[in-house]
C-alpha cells in the first residue's frame, strides 16, 4: 500500500491515478522517470504492489524526458490491447500519452506515440505463463483463451487489486470465490496470495461458464466479466460488448 509522503508536495507535484493492467515500470517509462524514483516519492516497499485506483505522485524526471521509444500505425482491426501488448505498454499509459479521451477510439492509419520497447506478454511476466499454462490444462480451456482473458483482465499481475476488490491475475471477487470453491474447484484455495491458485479458480469460472454456454466463448467472457445472470436476463452492457472484442483480438498474441 501507499505511505503518503509531504502533504505540501503532494499539492503541486504531478500525479498519476493507476488503471487496471497498469504496472510501475510502465508508468515510468511513460513519464520518463525510474522505478527506483517513483517508488522513493511515494513510500512504496513493494514495487509489484500497486493498486488500481490509487494516486501516484510523479517525481521530477532527474534529466530530460526521452520521448516514446516508438511510433505505431493503427491497423484495421487493431485494438489499443493489442498494440499495448506488442509493445510491453499498459492501455492507460498509451491513452494518456496520444491523448486518447476514448481507449476504444483509435482509426486505421492513425500514429500512436509508444512509451518503452517492444516485448511480449511472456518475456514480461516469465513466471506467469506456466501458471496459467498449467490451469488452462486443468480445466480443458485453451491455453490462448485463458491467457488473453488474464492478460485484459490484469495484465498478468497476482499484486493488482481493482476498485471492486477483484484480486490478482483473474481479478476474482471475493464473493465470486467464495461460491466457485467447493463448486467448481477443491479448496481451501490461497488465491489471493497464490498465484497458481488464482490461475486456477479464474479457469475454473471460465470452463463453468463455457458449459453454460455451450462452449460460446463471447457468452463465457461477458458472463466473466458481468455475470451469468445478468447475461442471462440483460444481455451484454455496452462496456461488455468491447471488453469480449478485446479478448477475442488478444487471443491471437498467445497461440
Known amino acids: 500500500m501507499l505511505a503518503w509522503l509531504l502533504l505540501a508536495r503532494a499539492a503541486t507535484a504531478e500525479t498519476r491515478v493507476v488503471q487496471p493492467g497498469d504496472t510501475l515500470s510502465a508508468i515510468a517509462d511513460e513519464y520518463g522517470v525510474t522505478v527506483e524514483a517513483l517508488t522513493e516519492e511515494n513510500g512504496i516497499t513493494n514495487p ?64 500512436l506515440a509508444v512509451p518503452g520497447g517492444p516485448a511480449t506478454a511472456r518475456s514480461l511476466h516469465p513466471e506467469v505463463a506456466p501458471l496459467l499454462d498449467q490451469a488452462a490444462d486443468e480445466f480443458s480451456l485453451p491455453r490462448s483463451f485463458i491467457s488473453a482473458l488474464a492478460w485484459q483482465e ?36 490461497a488465491w489471493q496470495e497464490d498465484a497458481l491458485a488464482n490461475c486456477r479458480l479464474g479457469a475454473a469460472l471460465l470452463r463453468h461458464y463455457l458449459v453454460l454456454s455451450s462452449g460460446d466463448k463471447s457468452i463465457a467472457i461477458a458472463a466473466y466479466y458481468q455475470g451469468w445472470n445478468a447475461v442471462v436476463n440483460v444481455g451484454f452492457y455496452e462496456e461488455t460488448k468491447a471488453y469480449v472484442a478485446n479478448v477475442l483480438a488478444l487471443e491471437k498474441y498467445f497461440e
Request: zero cysteines.
Open 154 to 189: 490484469s495484465g498478468w499481475q497476482q499484486a493488482m487489486i481493482s476498485h471492486a476488490g477483484a484480486v490478482g491475475i483473474m481479478q476474482i471477487l471475493p464473493e465470486t470465490a467464495e461460491w466457485a470453491i467447493g463448486s467448481l474447484v477443491d479448496g481451501p484455495l
Open 48 to 111: 509489484d504492489l500497486v493498486v488500481a485506483g490509487s494516486t501516484l505522485r510523479i517525481p521530477e524526471p532527474a534529466g530530460e524526458a526521452e520521448g516514446p521509444a516508438a511510433t505505431y500505425t493503427v491497423q484495421a482491426g487493431d485494438t489499443l490491447g493489442q498494440i499495448a501488448l506488442r509493445f510491453g505498454a499498459s492501455v492507460a499509459g498509451l491513452a494518456e500519452v496520444n491523448g486518447l479521451a476514448n481507449p476504444d477510439l483509435i482509426v486505421p492509419g492513425q500514429i
